[in-house]
């Protein structure tokens, strides 16, 4: 997840380029089991400091979703409808 994420944040600029024309590169993986085993369906990750919290940069977002058939074979909460 991490790896596609990046290739598609550095695809933006080229060599010289400021890192103001940066975007936002938000990936979203909806995958057909429950990848953590945590019960959970929807995982959010972002880049920040474990010990302040402050977040390392605003366009930096990784949601991991498991399927409906996968939510429902977990011990986690249902998914919303």
Known sequence: ???TWAKLYTSQIRKGDS??????AISIWIIGE????DGSWLHVFEAHCCRTGHTLSPNFLIENASSMTAARTTNG???PR
């Open 1 to 3: 997840m991490l790896s």
């Open 19 to 24: 890192y103001a024309v940066h975007r936002p």
């Open 34 to 37: 429950a990848h953590f085993g």
């Open 77 to 79: 909460p249902a998914m």
